[in-house]
Structure formats: structure tokens, C-alpha cells
């Protein structure tokens, strides 16, 4: 899988998104969990990210949990920390193209 490939396939998985709470729009992941799971990405790895975000009950680690394995299906990014970090951060970006 290449990483254009890999965006194609998180920004086609309807069971990535996060869920509309009831009488709130839900607009994307919070931005602390993608940048706390980015960086422990960039600087431990993969492992070291699903570790992190089983310790979370939050439905969204839940979520997140499935975009490392797109991530770690696709060699350019899961070779390259940085590169599987700025995925992590770009999630909210791709959603935008779900409303």
C-alpha cells in the first residue's frame, strides 16, 4: 500500500470516524489524543502507540486503534515515524471531507 493509497483507504473506512454524540456534532478527533498518539508514534513506535491508546477507554482510542493498522499495512509510513505521525495529525483533515 502506498501512502496515497493508505489516505484513499482511511478517507473510505466509515468505521474510523468518530460518532455524533447526541445533540452535539461531532467534528473530529480531539487533537491531544492525535497528538499525544503522533508523537509517541514518532518517538517509540507503533507498539508503543497501540499500548497507549489500549490504557484509554475513550471510544476514539477504539478508532484509532484501526488507523495503526492501515498505518503499519503501508511501508512508507510505517517505516517512517515522522511520516506515520503526520498521518496521525492529518486525521481531522481527512474527516473534513466526510461532512
Known sequence: ???????EA????AGIRPQTKR??????YSSGLLNDVAYILEVRG??????YLRSKPQHEANLLLKVLN????C???SKD??????VI?????????WL
Do not use: F
Open 10 to 13: 482511511l478517507e473510505k473506512d
Open 1 to 7: 500500500m502506498t501512502l496515497n493509497e493508505l489516505i
Open 23 to 28: 445533540n452535539k456534532k461531532k467534528t473530529g
Open 70 to 73: 492501515y498505518i503499519e499495512n
Open 81 to 86: 515515524p515522522p511520516v506515520a505521525g503526520t
Open 46 to 51: 507503533i507498539e508503543q502507540a497501540r499500548l
Open 75 to 77: 511501508p512508507s509510513a
Open 89 to 97: 495529525k492529518s486525521l481531522n483533515s481527512v474527516i473534513k471531507s
